[in-house]
Structure formats: structure tokens, C-alpha cells
């Protein structure tokens, strides 16, 4: 298994954007520098009314499939 840690900060209308599905991905930069993509369905379960905002860990396998993703504060 593989950890990524990243902090993600969208606003509400960006949160919005990838939940109609305008956008497949979610990209972003984890701790070491490494640009990650993944689902952005993987992050519909985090949206409020503010958007997202927090620190968050995603757990691939070896081979780089998903097994999830976790806000961690």
C-alpha cells in the first residue's frame, strides 16, 4: 500500500464544478512534491457548503489503484 498526504482547498463553486462532473480528476501535489490525479468522485462525500478545506491521506495499492481517502484534520 501506498500513502499520498496532500492539503486540498476548494471553494464551494469549485466543489460544485467537479459534482456535476465537469471535471473527471482531481489534482494535486502530496507532501514530497508528487503531482497525484485521481477520481473527483472520490471527494463528493467531502463537500459543504464552504467547499472543501482540510488535510487529507489517499491509500493506493502498489499498482496504484484506489482504496480510499480520508480527511485527516
Known amino acids: 500500500m501506498v500513502e499520498y498526504?496532500?492539503?486540498l482547498?476548494?471553494?464551494n463553486d469549485e466543489c460544485m464544478a467537479y459534482y456535476?462532473?465537469?471535471y473527471e480528476f482531481?489534482?494535486?501535489?502530496e507532501d514530497g512534491g508528487k503531482s497525484i490525479r485521481f477520481p473527483a468522485s472520490h471527494i463528493r462525500r467531502?463537500?459543504?457548503s464552504l467547499g472543501i478545506r482540510g488535510r487529507f491521506r489517499l491509500c493506493l495499492?502498489?499498482?496504484n489503484n484506489f482504496i480510499s481517502l480520508e480527511k485527516v484534520s
Open 20 to 22: 456535476r462532473g465537469d
Open 61 to 63: 495499492t502498489d499498482s
Open 46 to 48: 467531502f463537500v459543504s
Open 5 to 7: 498526504h496532500f492539503y
Open 9 to 11: 482547498n476548494l471553494t
Open 26 to 29: 482531481v489534482q494535486v501535489i
